[in-house]
Each structure stands twice: as C-alpha cells, then as structure tokens.
C-alpha cells in the first residue's frame, strides 16, 4: 500500500513537472501587451489626465495610498496622534505590482471592461453611441472622484481633532508654500492664507466641511461666488505689477489674454483673433469687461472670464474626451461604437503593444 502511494506521488509530481515545464512557453514573436497606469497624452506640465477606468483608478489610489502612509510614518508627529494601529493592510500586497496585474490578461481583460463601462456611459441618451458630450461626463466623474478622495486624505491630517472640520488654526500650509512665500513673482500671495480660507467658508462658520475644503484646495471648480470672487481678487494682486490694485491694458495683454486666447482656441472659438493684429481683439475684450469704463479691470470685472484663466476639471475632461475620440473614431462619425473601443483598447489604457523582440533584445545588448 505504502509503495503504491509514493508511486503515485511521484508520478503526480512528475505530470506536474512536466505541465508547468510547458504550458506557459510563449509563442515567438507573440504580441505583448504593456498596459500603464496613466496615458501618455499630457495636457499641461500641471494637470495630470485621469484614469478612464474606474477599476484602474481604485488600483492606483491603493498604490499610493501605501505611499502616503510610509510617507506619514516617517513624518514627525510631535504632539499629534500618528494613527499608530494602521498597519499595511495585507489586501493591498495584490497592488504593489499593478501593472504586472494590469498586464495579466486573465486578470485583467480589456475588452471585458470596456464591454462592462460601455452601457454606464453611454447614457445621454442611450443609443449604442458614446457621444463627446457623454464621455466629457464621464472622464469629470472619474476626476471628481479622485480629487474628493485626495481632499477626504488631506483633510484626515489637518483635522487634528476629528470633528470632519477643518478650523483655520488647524490648517498649516504645505511646507512649499513657505517656501514660496518670499520668491521675486509673488506668487501663492494669497494662498492658504486667511481670506482664502474664510473664502471658502461657504457658510461663514469659521469651520471648513469637505466641500468647503475641496472647494478650499480646488477653488476653480466651485459654484461659490465668494469663493471665485477671491479667485479674481487673487488674479489681480499677481498680475498688478505696478501695484495700483487694478489691471491696466498693458497688465491684461501680457499675461491674461493669451490665457484666455489659449482658452478660446482650445474649444474652436478663436477665430476672432486674427493672426495679424492680436492687439485689437485684446482691445475690444478689454473694454468689453470694463464694465464701468474706468480703463482698468477690478476683481469683479475679471468674473466673466475666470473660467478661462483657471480652467475647471470639466475643461480637462473634455479635453481628455476630445483626444480619446480623435484617436479611437475609426469611421469619423464623431461618435464611439462599443465595437470602436474594442479596436482601441490603448487609447483607454495607454497601452504599448509592442513585439517582445523588438523590446526585450533591445535592452540585452546593455545588459
Ligand atoms: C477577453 O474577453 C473576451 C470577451 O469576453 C474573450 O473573447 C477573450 O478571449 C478574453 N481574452 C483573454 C486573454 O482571456
Ligand atoms: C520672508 O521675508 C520676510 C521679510 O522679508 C522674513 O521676515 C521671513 O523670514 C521670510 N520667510 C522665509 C520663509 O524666508
Ligand atoms: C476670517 O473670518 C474670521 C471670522 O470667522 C475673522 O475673525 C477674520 O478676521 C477673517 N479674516 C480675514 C483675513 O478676512
Ligand atoms: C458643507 O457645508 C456647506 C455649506 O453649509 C453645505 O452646502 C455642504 O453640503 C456641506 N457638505 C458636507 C459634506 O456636509
Ligand atoms: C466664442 O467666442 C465669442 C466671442 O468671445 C463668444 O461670444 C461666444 O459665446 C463663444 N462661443 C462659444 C461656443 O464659446
Ligand atoms: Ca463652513
Ligand atoms: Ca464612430
């Protein structure tokens, strides 16, 4: 009986040894695929593009939410409490390689998720079509969720009493704000100071709520006309070189027109500006906001074009959507057929599908 057994141990392993030694060979020549976390379509040096997917997104934010709580651990607490019974949390170790996970495509198969995300934004209205209107709604709501989760963790650190309020003898500023404090553009004058603050203070409680601290940290993206207000008057103290507390021609040219021309041109609108004379359209919106005719713009005169100044999230979004159309409308309708996606994966996982000799010898040779 004993003998028997070993026996057939032995050959179990033996079948293994044999199946493992061979299944997972790879065909020469087989197309890789390297998905990333984030695209590689950069808008601007400061606004990184959000994830499309939100299962992506959920991977992403785990990864650094490990990041940020070594960084915390590190930090000297002094007096605070540091939180000391948040360990690592051991359902986190599936994410410490997420793109090993991503490009695992039993895993994570893409033509799966894109079937599965179709119908959730194809909404308005549901016709089989995502429409440049419906993906710009979705890529906001992606972001929207991301930036309230970043606000949700910051708040965690400054709200010192854990009231969910933050008070402003609870806020410290960043430590790059001191440090920005003295430089020669005077800029972040106004920044993480009082009347940013009790700007933000939607309800003048002394006490910033979530919303009013990720209006506080995102103040393009409130609806709060005090809040935009500030925003204005801030837009004015950096740009009023000569220091008069208004924003003559020659303050609005060189700075804030070719933001809001930029702005305009973006969204097909900047056939106004004629390319031989910038200085006249520059003319006619400057007198156009002059709405009390004085030759200078006031805080309150720079409200209509602050969105322009200080785009929203809903301009990225678009931006965001403009670019995933461009690159996944195989047949220029302007629309995206769930069949087009498909055909697509990489503009909505930014992936490189590359030949794994291309890539790998490449790298063998310095080695
Ligand atoms: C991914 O899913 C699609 C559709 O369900 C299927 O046809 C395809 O074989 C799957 N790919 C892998 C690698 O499992
Ligand atoms: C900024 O400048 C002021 C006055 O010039 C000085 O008192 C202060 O220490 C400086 N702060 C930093 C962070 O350098
Ligand atoms: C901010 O509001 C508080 C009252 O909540 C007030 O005492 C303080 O002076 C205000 N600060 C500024 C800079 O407006
Ligand atoms: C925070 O306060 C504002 C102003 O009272 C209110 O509109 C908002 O709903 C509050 N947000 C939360 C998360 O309680
Ligand atoms: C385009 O610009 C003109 C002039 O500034 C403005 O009146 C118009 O509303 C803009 N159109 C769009 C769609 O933004
Ligand atoms: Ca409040
Ligand atoms: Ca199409």
Known sequence: MGRASIFLYLTVALLLLVFLSHSPKKLPGHRHRRLKLRSNFIFSSFHRPVAFDPLVAEIERRREERQWEKQLSYKDFAADDPAPGEESQPEWEDFIDAEDYL?????????????????????????G??????????NLQQAQREI???TKREMDVHDKNHDAFVSF???????????????SYGYNMGWWKEEHFNASDADGNGLLN???????????????PKLLEWLCREEVRE????????INF??????????????????HNGSHYSAVSVDAPARMLFNQLDKDGDGHLSDVELLPIIEKIHPPERYYAK???????????????GLLTLAEMIENPYVFYSAIFSDDEDQYDYHDEFR
């Not at 003898?169 to 430089?183: F, K, L, Q, T």
């Not at 740009?239 to 208004?246: A, F, I, Q, S, V």
């Not at 040219?253 to 973006?266: I, P, S, T």
């Open 103 to 127: 490009n695992d495509e039993d895993k994570f198969n893409v033509t799966d998720r894109l079937i599965l995300l179709f119908p959730r934004i194809d909404v308005d209205p549901t016709d």
């Open 129 to 138: 079509f995502v429409s440049e209107h419906e993906l710009t709604e979705w």
């Open 210 to 224: 979530l919303t009013e601290y990720n209006d506080f940290l995102h103040p393009a993206d409130t609806k709060s």
């Open 319 to 333: 931006q965001q959507a403009d670019y995933i159309i461009s690159q996944a409308d195989v047949d220029k309708d």
């Open 169 to 183: 003898s609870e806020y410290e500023p960043p430590s790059w704000v001191h440090i920005a404090d003295n430089d």
């Open 239 to 246: 740009r009023d070189t000569d220091r008069d507390g208004k």
């Open 148 to 150: 309230l989760h970043r």
């Open 250 to 267: 020659k303050e609005f040219f060189h700075g804030l027109f070719d933001l809001v021309r930029a702005y305009d041109e973006e969204n």
